[in-house]
C-alpha cells in the first residue's frame, strides 16, 4: 500500500458528461501529481500541485481542470468527455525531491 | 529540458536468466532515477532510486540498476529471472535543481518484461 488514495476506482459515463476524481496523498505530502495512461499515449503528465498552488502542467486538455484543497487532497475534474479520454488517470504524491508514491488509480469508461 | 527513453518496447527472458530493462536519459546537471513497475490494473510501484553515491543501487525483489554517467544509462537489471517478474517497468528522471516545489517526474513509455517458465 503507497499510502495514496483515489475514488473511485472505476468510472463509466456516457460521452458529454462530467466526473470528478479524487486523491489524497500519504500523510505529509505536499505535491500531487496527475497523470493519465491509455495504450497508445502511454504515461502522460497532467498537471503538478504543491502546497494548494498549480507547479506545472502538461498534456491537460482545457476541458480538464484540477485543483488542491488545504488538506492537501486533490480533484482532477474532467468534463465534456468523449470516447478518447477513456483512461487510467493516477495520482502521485511526494514530500522530497526524490521518489512519488502513486495510487491505484481511476478507469475512466466513456461509452 | 528532461526526457526519458526505453528503447526496448518488449524484453523476453526466460526464467532463471539474467535480465536487462534498459534505460537513458537526458536531464540537465546531475539527475535523479527511478525504476517504477506496474502489474496488471495496478498502479506504478517504486523499485529503486539513484540519487548520488554508488552507481550500483539496490531496490526491491532482487533488482538492481547501474548509473552510468557518461553514457547517460540507468539500466535495470536482475541475476535470475522469475515468472513473477513479468509486468511492465517504467524508468523516470527527475531535474533535482526544481529546489522546494518538487519538479515533475519524467517517464519512458515503458518496457514489457515477459519471463517465460
Known amino acids: 500500500d503507497s499510502g495514496v488514495t483515489q475514488t473511485p476506482k472505476h468510472l463509466i459515463t456516457a460521452t458529454g458528461q462530467r466526473v470528478t476524481l479524487r486523491c489524497s496523498p500519504r500523510?505529509?505530502?505536499?505535491?500531487v501529481y496527475w497523470y493519465q495512461q491509455s495504450l497508445d499515449q502511454g504515461l502522460q503528465f497532467l498537471i503538478q500541485?504543491?502546497?494548494?498552488?498549480?507547479?506545472a502542467k502538461g498534456n491537460i486538455l482545457e476541458r480538464f481542470s484540477a485543483q488542491q484543497f488545504p488538506d492537501l487532497h486533490s480533484e482532477l475534474n474532467l468534463s465534456s468527455l468523449e470516447l478518447g479520454d477513456s483512461a487510467l488517470y493516477f495520482c502521485?504524491?511526494?514530500?522530497?525531491?526524490?521518489?512519488?508514491?502513486f495510487g491505484q488509480g481511476t478507469r475512466l469508461t466513456v461509452v | 529540458a528532461q526526457s526519458v527513453a526505453q528503447p526496448e518496447d518488449q524484453v523476453n527472458v526466460a526464467e532463471g536468466n539474467p535480465l536487462t530493462v534498459k534505460c537513458t536519459y537526458s536531464?540537465?546537471?546531475?539527475?535523479?532515477l527511478f525504476w517504477y513497475v506496474q502489474y496488471p490494473n495496478r498502479g506504478l510501484q517504486f523499485l529503486l532510486k539513484?540519487?548520488?553515491?554508488?552507481?550500483l543501487v539496490k531496490g526491491s525483489y532482487g533488482f538492481e540498476a547501474e548509473f552510468n554517467k557518461s553514457q547517460t544509462s540507468f539500466h535495470l537489471k536482475k541475476p535470475s529471472a522469475l515468472v513473477s517478474d513479468s509486468a511492465l517497468y517504467f524508468c523516470?528522471?527527475?531535474?533535482?535543481?526544481?529546489?522546494?516545489?518538487?519538479?515533475?517526474?519524467?517517464f519512458g513509455r515503458g518496457t514489457q518484461l515477459t519471463v517465460w517458465p
Open positions: 502521485a504524491s511526494s514530500s522530497s525531491n526524490t521518489e512519488a508514491f
Open positions: 500523510s505529509g505530502d505536499l505535491s
Open positions: 500541485y504543491y502546497n494548494g498552488e498549480e507547479r
Open positions: 536531464v540537465s546537471g546531475n539527475p535523479y
Open positions: 539513484y540519487i548520488t553515491g554508488d552507481n
Open positions: 523516470a528522471v527527475r531535474d533535482p535543481n526544481r529546489g522546494s516545489t518538487l519538479g515533475r517526474l519524467y
